[in-house]
């Protein structure tokens, strides 16, 4: 639906989350090559960092033109690649928009809905109340009977569904370096902000007990909203940068039928690493995706 789509042979998607996270993989994509090009001019300038990078390293004699044109073919790939995607998020914001208007629309319907049916069923009851005599229990199993759900069976999707959404609040971190009299508060924070944010943490532990000292527990994380914990997720890449958290991983808290479920992925996106390397594999939404990986040219550097 975009040039970009065209341009890189981006996926199309159905879904909206796909697409989101996929245009986050591709900025992530984006500060790598923009490393990677200032990694290889400090390289062959001789510059210790990027800030003593100047016009006069860049003129130097053994600086020959060759280079310099690679690299300004290399920066101009990258503009352009931004400026497309940047072109692609600004629709994706505009129907991001659109459709919250018509989810609130539709809220309002449904609030409006929900208390009309509320009012009716409680109209229902009374009436029956008073002709019948009957118990709150019997009134209850009878409308129940009519939507084939007992109050039984409606107590326990109701609970499911409450469980869930408790769920959708928490990650678990695995590999986080554990030591005695530790401020987890802290190394959480801490870990957060290499994300990208500073969210409310609610509250964070260690699960299990501690009997091998040389186990590290997991971590477990609340914090105010899934949101919060979708963003964090997507945006976990960025902890391969960090030197004290590279080795950290994160993931949702998920159910024992969804641990099985995600197993089953990561099996059928090793395999495809295995049968399928020239292109690059990540799973999403529970899928697994595939897209072309990035090739290098002669100069060493990322270019599409």
Not at 130 to 148: F, G, L
Not at 193 to 218: M, W
């Amino acid at each position: 639906s975009s040039g970009i789509n065209a341009e890189y042979g981006v996926p199309r998607f159905e879904d909206m989350n796909d697409e989101l996270d996929f245009m986050d993989f591709q900025f992530f994509e984006l500060d790598e090559f923009i490393s990677d090009l200032f990694e290889a001019a400090c390289k062959e300038t001789g510059c210790e960092s990027i800030k003593a990078l100047d016009r006069n390293s860049l003129l130097k004699p053994k600086i020959k033109k060759e280079k310099l044109a690679d690299w300004l073919i290399y920066a101009y790939s990258i503009l352009k690649r931004s400026r497309l995607l940047l072109i692609q998020a600004d629709k994706t914001i505009n129907n991001l928009h659109k459709e919250c208007n018509e989810d609130k629309t539709k809220i309002i319907k449904l609030q409006n809905d929900m208390m009309q049916g509320k009012t009716e069923q409680l109209d229902q009851v009374s009436s029956t109340v008073k002709n019948e005599m009957k118990s709150y229990c019997e009134i209850v199993e009878k409308s129940c009977k009519k939507a084939a759900v007992t109050p039984k069976k409606l107590k326990g999707i109701i609970k499911t569904v409450a469980e869930e959404e408790d769920r959708s609040k928490n990650l678990l971190v695995f590999g986080m370096k554990e030591e005695n009299g530790e401020d987890l508060k802290t190394i959480v924070s801490d870990f957060l902000e290499c994300t990208g944010g500073k969210p409310r943490v609610n509250e964070c532990r260690r699960l299990g007990r501690n009997v091998d000292q040389t186990a590290i527990r997991p971590i477990k994380i609340k914090l105010n909203s899934s949101d919060t914990v979708n963003q964090i997720l997507r945006n976990s890449g960025k902890l391969k940068k960090s030197d004290r958290f590279q080795s950290v991983y994160i993931s949702p808290d998920r159910t024992k039928e969804e641990q099985t479920s995600h197993r089953k992925l990561v099996g059928e996106m090793k395999e495809k690493m295995k049968t399928d390397p020239s292109n690059y594999h990540f799973i999403r939404n529970n899928m697994v995706i595939s897209v072309a990986r990035t090739q290098r040219n002669k100069t060493g550097l990322y270019l599409e």
